[in-house]
Nanobody, 116 residues
Framework: QVQPVESGGGLVQPGGSLRLSCAAS????????MGWHRQAPGKRRELVGAVTATGRTTYGDSVKGRFTISRDNAKNTVYLQMNNLKPEDTAVYYCNLLDAHGINLWGQGTQVTVSS
């Protein structure tokens, strides 16, 4: 079974940058819709952004202009570049993939902490 695996989380100061990666196995990676979500303590999981198989991206309002999603199909990897990070970006970040059959798979999450 294809399972997304996130990496790249950590501690960063406000105003700093961080890049998360999400790798997923499978020869059909280029066909998946790949998404990033986050969940802060005591809050609901929210959409950060997503990228379609054709490369079209969409973002949540709170990250527009600061975060960028990209994909490298040759490496079966999707990236989340996060710039100008704020304390309110602190959360566990999850990667998910949606395949052509409508199956939605989630990674285990990676912690991002923005603090001075």
């Amino acid at each position: 079974q294809v399972q997304p695996v996130e990496s790249g989380g950590g501690l960063v100061q406000p105003g700093g940058s961080l890049r998360l990666s999400c790798a997923a196995s499978g020869s059909s990676f280029s066909l998946y819709v790949m998404g990033w979500h986050r969940q802060a303590p005591g809050k609901r999981r929210e959409l950060v952004g997503a990228v379609t198989a054709t490369g079209r991206t969409t973002y949540g309002d709170s990250v527009k202009g600061r975060f960028t999603i990209s994909r490298d199909n040759a490496k079966n990897t999707v990236y989340l570049q996060m710039n100008n990070l704020k304390p309110e970006d602190t959360a566990v970040y999850y990667c998910n993939l949606l395949d052509a059959h409508g199956i939605n798979l989630w990674g285990q999450g990676t912690q991002v902490t923005v603090s001075s």
